[in-house]
């Protein structure tokens, strides 16, 4: 949005990156001004939540990135860990390495939480977390009943 961007500016000009320019740099200088390795880089070190939060800081960041598929392929293959079956469908069906994480990043936490056995001696409804449920297939239910048989 409109917003955005001046707030991202306006945070720019703050810190005084932007002197140098005579008050017209912005945020999208700082960016565009770093070869795509680096940006690359800089953008890697951050964890999934992190970058979707980044990546609405302002109309250039999200730009930089949306289009970066090396940056969520990076976490894709992580959630692929748990979620392998779900990802190569996914990918199988032309799904970007971005749409395929966020089909499947909070899958792969519940599902990695009830893999592990956390929910194996749960008394009642009642007693799960919030979030322990998330919309699952039949086969990744049929995975989560096969480990807690295997218990």
Not at 1 to 22: F, I, Q, V
Request: proline content about 3%; some cysteine.
């Amino acid at each position: 949005s409109h917003k955005n961007g001046r707030e991202c500016n306006t945070t720019l000009r703050a810190a005084g990156r932007d002197s140098a320019e005579g008050g017209r740099g912005g945020l999208g200088d700082f960016v565009s001004a770093l070869p795509p390795e680096i940006i690359s880089r800089i953008f890697s070190g951050l964890d999934v939540e992190s970058l979707c939060h980044a990546s609405v800081t302002c109309k250039v960041w999200h730009r930089v990135i949306d289009s970066n598929e090396r940056l969520w392929r990076h976490h894709c293959l992580a959630v692929r860990a748990v979620c392998q079956r779900e990802i190569d469908c996914d990918r199988g069906n032309g799904y970007s390495w971005k749409i395929t994480l966020l089909r499947n990043y909070w899958k792969s936490k519940v599902k990695q939480e009830w893999l592990s056995g956390k929910y194996s001696n749960i008394p009642s409804q009642f007693s799960l977390p919030e979030k322990s449920m998330y919309p699952m297939d039949v086969d990744t239910w049929g995975e989560i009943l096969e480990a807690e048989l295997e218990r």
